[in-house]
C-alpha cells in the first residue's frame, strides 16, 4: 500500500529563515505529488500540486516543491519564512489515475519574529 | 465559491451511541473522503466514496460505515461509539481527475469527543 513520511515533526524557525520540509512515499508507479497547509483554525487548503513535467514546482505564497522520483521525495521549500506561516503541512501522494489520496503525518512549523 | 461544509463544528456523544457525520458539497464532485486527524498521526483516510453508493475502505475503516445515496452528501457512521473514536473528523471532496488527479477541498472539520 502507498505510504508518505514526513520526517520533520515540529520544526521552529526564526523569520527570514529559509525553510526545507521533507516528504517522502512509498509506491513504484507514477503519482500525482500534494502539499496542503493548515493555519491554526482554518481548513486545509492547497499549497501546490505535481502532476507531470518540470519537476520544480510553484506553490502560493513563495513555496516551492521538487519531485525527485530516483529519491521518492517532494520537498517543500521556501527561501524566507514570514510569522504568518505559522502553520501545519501535509504532504499528500495520490496514484495515478486513481482519486484516492493518502496523507502524511503532517510537520508542525512555529516562526518567530 | 467551492464550498464543503460539514454539519456539526463539535460534538459530544456517549460511549455505545450510534453517531452520524454529515458532510455536504455544493461544486458536483464525484469523489468524497473521511479522514480522522490525530495529533502526530497526521489525516488518515476512513472511507473514499468515488460515485453515488459507492465507497473503498481507506487505511482505518473499522468501527465506521458510510452512505452516499446523493452525490453531494457523504454521510460518516459510528455504529457504537468507542473513547478512542475521539477525534478531528474532515470531510473532503474532488473531482474525479481521470490521468490527473484535481484537489481535494475541505470541511472546516467536526471535533467529536465520546465520552
Known amino acids: 500500500a502507498q505510504s508518505v513520511s514526513q520526517h520533520n515533526h515540529h520544526v521552529i524557525l526564526s523569520e527570514a529563515a529559509s525553510l526545507e520540509l521533507g516528504c517522502n512515499y512509498s509506491?513504484?508507479?507514477?503519482?500525482?505529488l500534494f502539499w496542503y497547509v493548515q493555519y491554526p483554525g482554518q481548513h486545509l487548503q492547497l499549497l501546490l500540486k505535481?502532476?507531470?513535467?518540470?519537476?520544480l514546482v510553484k506553490g502560493i505564497k513563495g513555496f516551492e516543491a521538487e519531485f525527485i522520483k530516483s529519491k521518492f521525495s517532494f520537498n517543500l521549500r521556501k527561501p524566507s519564512v514570514q510569522w504568518s506561516d505559522t502553520a501545519e503541512y501535509f504532504c499528500?501522494?495520490?496514484?495515478?489515475?486513481?482519486?484516492?489520496?493518502?496523507f502524511g503525518t503532517g510537520t508542525r512549523l512555529q516562526v518567530f519574529p | 465559491d467551492v464550498k464543503v461544509t460539514q454539519s456539526s463544528r463539535y460534538l459530544v456523544k456517549r460511549t455505545g451511541e450510534k453517531v452520524f457525520l454529515e458532510c455536504v458539497q455544493d461544486?458536483?464532485?464525484?469523489?468524497m473522503f473521511w479522514y480522522r486527524q490525530d495529533p502526530g498521526l497526521g489525516l488518515r483516510l476512513i472511507y473514499f466514496?468515488?460515485?453515488?453508493?459507492?465507497?473503498e475502505k481507506g487505511d482505518i475503516p473499522e468501527g465506521y460505515s458510510v452512505s452516499r445515496e446523493k452525490k453531494e452528501r457523504f454521510s460518516l457512521i459510528l455504529e457504537s461509539a468507542s473513547t478512542n473514536q475521539t477525534s478531528m473528523y474532515l470531510c473532503?471532496?474532488?473531482?474525479?481527475?481521470?490521468?490527473?488527479?484535481?484537489?481535494?477541498?475541505f470541511g472546516q472539520g467536526t471535533r467529536l469527543t465520546v465520552v
Open positions: 461544486m458536483d464532485h464525484e469523489n
Open positions: 505535481y502532476f507531470s513535467g518540470d519537476p
Open positions: 509506491y513504484g508507479g507514477t503519482v500525482n
Open positions: 499528500a501522494v495520490s496514484i495515478y489515475n486513481t482519486d484516492k489520496l493518502i
Open positions: 466514496s468515488y460515485d453515488v453508493k459507492m465507497k
Open positions: 473532503a471532496s474532488s473531482l474525479t481527475g481521470g490521468l490527473m488527479n484535481t484537489e481535494a477541498f
